[in-house]
């Protein structure tokens, strides 16, 4: 926790031109972790997004008198914060439920406005502080594997795209691909192996490195079933032509998103990988 506080404080600097000081390091704050004298602001830094914690940290706050020091709390959630809508209002002077709660993903929105040369910093202090005893997503940037994942991810991930988010049924790969589109079993499971060989490890890296939420991951699957639905009714169930369609349509959207090269074949094993998670074209 205490690398954690430290790696946040060093990139909530950068980002918000705070002077944030970790207030654990000497003696121990009970509600808060870091914070900045000058602009009187303070953080909390957790990796638990519920609504009692938060109430938690507030009654701690202003048990011990800390709106006398610190005119503004702010919670980071090392993670994905929830839809907070409480029964008893906890809005204060000092904390403000809807602007003062902020996720890492959040945090990223704010990172890519700032400047090129900081946001350099900000991966170096990643790189210190995880890419040790990190998969070597950070060194192995460049990987031409790894990036499309991400880049595909990413651009998924950030779509605009209204797609309606549903609570799906537990995926059935072996049912759809052994009975639904059993005429093209072998080549599903063929294609799978093959790619498997080359693009899982990189894909795997990627999935546990970026940690993607669940609202997220959810915007990802709708997207994909969507798109892969039209394509099946457009090729009269012909698996293999609407596969390679999707195939076709991410590579067209990764040209327009990004500027950086790509590895078709990583594409092909997304929607691979995706077909038996039963995302792309899903089980009914």
């Known amino acids: 926790n205490i690398i954690l506080e430290n790696c946040f404080k060093n990139i909530l600097n950068?980002?918000?031109?705070?002077?944030?000081?970790?207030?654990?390091?000497?003696?121990?704050y009970p509600a808060i972790d870091l914070g900045d004298d000058n602009k009187k602001v303070a953080f909390?830094?957790?990796?638990?997004n519920d609504i009692s914690k938060i109430r938690g940290t507030l009654e701690k706050f202003n048990k011990y008198k800390l709106y006398e020091k610190y005119d503004n709390l702010k919670v980071l959630i090392i993670g994905e914060k929830k839809s907070y809508k409480p029964k008893i209002k906890i809005d204060t002077n000092y904390f403000k439920l809807e602007n003062d709660v902020i996720?890492?993903?959040?945090?990223?929105?704010?990172?890519?406005?700032?400047?090129?040369?900081?946001?350099?910093?900000?991966?170096n202090?990643?790189?210190?502080?995880?890419?040790?005893?990190?998969?070597?997503?950070l060194t192995n940037i460049e990987s031409n594997e790894v990036t499309t994942i991400i880049n595909i991810i990413q651009m998924l991930s950030n779509s605009n795209d209204d797609y309606e988010l549903t609570d799906d049924k537990m995926p059935d790969p072996n049912h759809k691909i052994n009975e639904r589109f059993k005429e093209y079993k072998?080549?599903?499971?063929?294609?799978?192996?093959?790619?498997?060989?080359?693009?899982?490890?990189?894909?795997?890296?990627?999935?546990s490195s970026l940690n993607i939420g669940t609202i997220?991951?959810?915007?990802?699957?709708?997207?994909?079933?969507?798109?892969?639905?039209r394509r099946l009714i457009k090729f009269d169930n012909d698996i293999i032509a609407a596969y390679e369609d999707m195939v076709n349509m991410i590579e067209v959207r990764l040209k327009k998103s990004t500027n950086v090269g790509y590895?078709?074949?990583?594409?092909?094993?997304?929607?691979i990988k995706n077909?038996?998670?039963?995302?792309?074209?899903?089980n009914s």
């Open 125 to 137: 202090i990643l790189d210190k502080i995880i890419g040790i005893n990190n998969i070597d997503i």
């Open 216 to 229: 997220q991951t959810k915007k990802i699957g709708a997207f994909l079933k969507k798109e892969s639905v």
């Open 44 to 48: 909390q830094i957790t990796s638990t």
């Open 186 to 207: 072998e080549c599903l499971n063929g294609m799978f192996i093959d790619l498997s060989t080359i693009y899982a490890n990189s894909y795997n890296k990627v999935i």
């Open 103 to 123: 996720s890492v993903f959040e945090l990223v929105k704010y990172i890519k406005n700032i400047s090129i040369e900081n946001q350099k910093e900000i991966i």
């Open 14 to 28: 950068i980002v918000f031109d705070y002077n944030l000081i970790n207030l654990n390091s000497e003696y121990s």
């Open 275 to 282: 077909i038996v998670d039963c995302n792309v074209f899903p």
């Open 263 to 271: 590895d078709k074949n990583a594409i092909e094993y997304f929607i």
